[in-house]
């Protein structure tokens, strides 16, 4: 028998968090046990995406998490 804490993020929910780092895929957040992605791909129009800087605080909507048997972090994908 094993037993695990899981943290299931509530879907529309608005959250603010830090900007951990910036990459080609997009902005990146720790948020442990939650790693957040906001993806560059659907802010390409989005003038404010482009001029976020790690360590600026951003609001984003929760829209999407995945954690599967084994993760030790959920991954969440999240809105601008």
């Given at each position: 028998?094993?037993?695990?804490?899981?943290?299931?993020?509530?879907?529309?929910?608005?959250?603010?968090?830090?900007?951990?780092?910036?990459?080609?895929?997009?902005?990146?957040?720790?948020?442990?046990?939650?790693?957040?992605?906001?993806?560059?791909?659907?802010?390409?129009?989005?003038?404010?995406?482009?001029?976020?800087?790690?360590?600026?605080?951003?609001?984003?909507?929760?829209v999407g998490s995945r954690f599967q048997q084994g993760d030790?972090?959920?991954?969440?994908?999240?809105?601008?």
């Open positions: 028998v094993s037993q695990s804490r899981y943290l299931s993020p509530i879907l529309h929910r608005s959250v603010q968090s830090p900007i951990q780092s910036y990459s080609k895929i997009g902005l990146h957040i720790d948020m442990l046990p939650m790693k957040v992605l906001l993806p560059r791909d659907i802010h390409i129009d989005n003038e404010a995406f482009n001029t976020v800087k790690e360590g600026d605080k951003v609001e984003f909507e929760v030790e972090e959920n991954s969440v994908l999240k809105l601008v």
